[in-house]
Nanobody, 115 residues
Framework: QVRVVESGGGLVQPGGSLRLSCTAS????????VDWCRQAPGKQRELVAT???????NYTDSVKGRTTISRDHRWDTISLQMNSLKPDDTAVYYC?????????WGQGAQVTVSS
């Protein structure tokens, strides 16, 4: 059974930083492409950042230059470092392990940017 777990969410002031982490059990993490997505209240889920099995990354325009997606040295934990956070970044952030015809989603981590 595959289990995906996100951690690191919380409340942060505008301009602050936050680091989210994601890992999975039951799959070989390093061979999957991993997406970080978010869903704000009343809005559709959107893709924030992606890292594939070779380490190549992509970001949505709204977070470019202030967000970094990475894998740890063992390639079994995927992090999303977000800086210069804005109230518009408030959302539930989800991790998705994608590949081989499957998608494994986590339960999400709430990020709230507010003073």
């Amino acid at each position: 059974q595959v289990r995906v777990v996100e951690s690191g969410g919380g409340l942060v002031q505008p301009g602050g930083s936050l680091r989210l982490s994601c890992t999975a059990s039951g799959i070989i993490v390093r061979i999957y492409t991993v997406d970080w997505c978010r869903q704000a209240p009343g809005k559709q889920r959107e893709l924030v950042a992606t890292i594939d099995s070779s380490g190549s990354t992509n970001y949505t325009d709204s977070v470019k230059g202030r967000t970094t997606i990475s894998r740890d040295h063992r390639w079994d934990t995927i992090s999303l470092q977000m800086n210069s956070l804005k109230p518009d970044d408030t959302a539930v952030y989800y991790c998705n392990f994608r590949g081989y015809g499957t998608n494994y989603w986590g339960q999400g981590a709430q990020v709230t940017v507010s003073s």
